[in-house]
């Protein structure tokens, strides 16, 4: 059974301090999302990869956000420095977006951070 | 630019009522995909279908039944005889075909809340 995982699945950490979220998409995957779930901005698109190419990071904040794919196997979320405002659920997605498929996408279970 | 509109923020339903979900969406694109997502208190988000824009036979499954009229731009999700583990939210989502992009588009979501 074929999952998404992601670790770690909770973290709590200080202000100011780094964080590293980490992916392992779906064996096969060539597109890897990172969505990130609020209370006040649901869920939202940070950044994606295709192929461990970033394709679109927009919705991250560039100074303190970094994603990135070493290899075909693991994709990483980082933040630093980190704030309080950052806390919220990350979600990692991956999926195989061939012509004609329905770009469906596969969620790993998410990375609950809080930053006091 | 693709929107999802979902203006049920919360419904509440006696368990074994028949309850819809709205959903209503933006597109520029004459091809494009619409899922709906299931986020149960565990968290975790769960795929419960796609449809392609071309195909706008309604589905069932089980209990649940699905609307996609092209027309209104609506893709409504219904759950006959609700149960109290059908209690979550309900993402409707939208993914774009045209360029790169391939991410998911959510909807605000809508809580059920169903009642024993």
């Known amino acids: 059974d074929a999952r998404v995982t992601q670790t770690p699945r909770h973290k709590v950490t200080e202000m100011g301090q780094e964080v590293t979220m980490r992916c392992q998409p779906i064996?096969?995957?060539?597109?890897v999302f990172w969505y990130r779930q609020t209370m006040m901005q649901g869920l939202e698109l940070l950044a994606y990869f295709r192929n461990r190419a970033p394709l679109d990071d927009s919705g991250m904040p560039k100074d303190r956000f970094s994603a990135e794919m070493p290899d075909a196997t693991l994709a990483t979320l980082k933040i630093q420095p980190s704030e309080p405002r950052d806390s919220a659920v990350y979600f990692c997605?991956?999926?195989?977006?061939?012509?004609?498929?329905?770009?469906?996408?596969?969620f790993g279970p998410g990375t609950r951070l809080t930053v006091l | 630019a693709q929107k999802v509109t979902q203006a049920q923020t919360e419904i509440s339903v006696v368990e074994k009522e028949d309850v819809t979900l709205d959903c209503v969406y933006e597109t520029r694109d004459t091809t494009y995909y619409l899922f709906w997502y299931k986020q149960p208190p565990s968290g975790e988000l769960v795929f419960l279908i796609r449809r392609n824009s071309f195909d706008e036979q309604n589905e069932i499954s089980g209990r649940y039944s699905w609307n996609f009229q092209k027309s209104t731009s609506s893709f409504n999700f219904t759950i006959t005889a609700s149960q109290v583990v059908d209690s979550a939210v309900y993402f409707c989502?939208?993914?774009?075909?045209?360029?790169?992009?391939?991410?998911?588009?959510f909807g605000s979501g809508t809580q059920l809340t169903v009642l024993p």
């Open positions: 064996l096969g995957h060539n597109t």
């Open positions: 989502a939208l993914s774009e075909t045209s360029g790169s992009a391939r991410q998911l588009t």
């Open positions: 997605a991956s999926g195989l977006p061939l012509a004609g498929d329905g770009n469906e996408q596969f």
